[in-house]
């Protein structure tokens, strides 16, 4: 399940996290590696050379902000340890920007964020700054910091990455679904059956008001087209009314995701959803209609690497 949640956010932030179009991103590595890259030089030549976006840039595009503390041209001091510091204070930037926003990230350290070999430096350099402090102080201690072994420190940065950039989607894409005209959705004939969907923030423990606006318009579209998308069906009658309440089961069959296609492109009714099981019973039917709903998607350009 987590390598699929992985995968996920590493396609969609490919595609639409960066200004300039599709960036490939890799979980953790280009995006520890980039960040480093570009602030080893203060030199804007270089960087362009480079030709690497960081997740600064990132941030940039999604919200129309530069993160505070931080940018694109500052260098790295040339002392390893001092270089190191600043690094780790780039990231601690970072998150507190992103916690500023709204976002969720209490066990993510800036020390996760960093390169393995650059962890290690940190250690060494963190515990060489409490032991001067120590020292200044004249307060003998045995006092050091607990160094996490390689393989689980590459863990904690893939999952600490990973979770950052699901809170960046959390904070900064969904807020961009409006509300605005929400109660008319439900205005048309046919549609005030229909059970509503609060989008009152209390109302829910597990969905967003974002994301309960995006069910509303799921629920609409299905309700709408069902009856103009099968009218003429191959497979079987016109498929029952539904209210869908989520976004795994009730969108497993296809039905619900090809009637929001067809609502903007209802010419691929005839040469796609017609074909596609209203009633789907088995897998073997829920799987042949996603077939369909993939190839449509292929037919109008959106490809986006959604797999059957």
Not at 5 to 20: C, D, E, P, R
Not at 118 to 147: G, P, Q
Request: charge should be positive; hydrophobic fraction near 40%.
């Amino acid at each position: 399940f987590f390598q699929k949640v992985l995968t996920a956010i590493q396609n969609w932030f490919s595609l639409f996290g960066w200004s300039k179009g599709p960036n490939p991103v890799s979980i953790p590595y280009s995006l520890r590696r980039d960040m480093y890259k570009v602030w080893m030089t203060s030199s804007e030549i270089f960087k362009q050379k480079l030709g690497k976006n960081t997740v600064c840039d990132m941030l940039l595009h999604l919200s129309g902000q530069l993160v505070p503390g931080i940018t694109s041209i500052q260098s790295l001091s040339f002392d390893p340890t001092r270089g190191i510091l600043q690094l780790c204070g780039q990231h601690s930037a970072l998150l507190s920007f992103l916690k500023s926003q709204g976002a969720h990230l209490p066990y993510v350290m800036p020390e996760f964020l960093l390169e393995p070999d650059d962890y290690r430096k940190w250690i060494t350099a963190e515990t060489f700054v409490k032991v001067v402090d120590v020292v200044n102080l004249k307060i003998w201690s045995d006092m050091h910091l607990f160094m996490l072994e390689k393989s689980v420190f590459e863990k904690m940065s893939k999952r600490a990455w990973t979770d950052l950039l699901l809170q960046v989607y959390k904070i900064l894409v969904l807020p961009r679904v409006s509300s605005h005209n929400i109660n008319d959705l439900f205005d048309s004939g046919g549609m005030q059956k229909m059970p509503r969907i609060k989008s009152e923030p209390l109302s829910s423990n597990i969905y967003s008001t974002h994301e309960r606006i995006i069910l509303t318009w799921l629920n609409k579209h299905y309700e709408k087209n069902r009856k103009i998308v099968w009218k003429d069906c191959k497979k079987g009658e016109m498929p029952p009314m539904r209210w869908i309440i989520n976004f795994d089961r009730d969108l497993l069959d296809g039905l619900v995701l090809a009637a929001q296609l067809a609502a903007y492109c209802p010419y691929l009714i005839p040469t796609h959803f017609v074909r596609m099981y209203t009633t789907p019973e088995t897998p073997e039917q829920c799987l042949h209609n996603c077939l369909i709903f993939v190839d449509a998607m292929h037919a109008v350009s959106l490809t986006i690497d959604i797999k059957v």
